[in-house]
């Protein structure tokens, strides 16, 4: 993706390093994620990523460059921290309704 968007736009050296650092940051928790978790991971684990990442450069004009970086791990990790509250609520909703 980086490559493709060097193609288009012609960076310097410290904007193509930070263009890289949006996808590392948005990487690092759901690489996490998947690395800890047991067995298969929910889908919404690699699509967080997508759109923290999209989000990031999206604000990037907005921002400066560091912050927009500090912004794609934060939106990683809150889309990852939300989904997993409202499966475990969804989960815990199920396990009620068949005990009744």
Do not use: H
């Not at 690489?31 to 991971?41: D, E, M, T």
């Not at 970086?69 to 309704?97: D, P």
């Amino acid at each position: 993706m980086v490559f493709v968007a060097t193609l288009f736009y012609s960076p310097n050296l410290l904007e193509l390093l930070f263009y890289s650092g949006n996808i590392y940051s948005a990487l690092l928790a759901p690489i996490l994620v998947i690395v800890f978790s047991k067995g298969k991971v929910a889908d919404y684990i690699p699509i967080s990523a997508v759109l923290a990442i999209v989000a990031s450069y999206i604000i990037q004009p907005y921002v400066s460059e560091f912050q927009s970086i500090w912004f794609s791990g934060l939106a990683s990790l809150s889309i990852l921290v939300i989904c997993t509250i409202l499966t475990l609520i969804k989960n815990k909703w199920r396990f009620v309704k068949t005990k009744l």
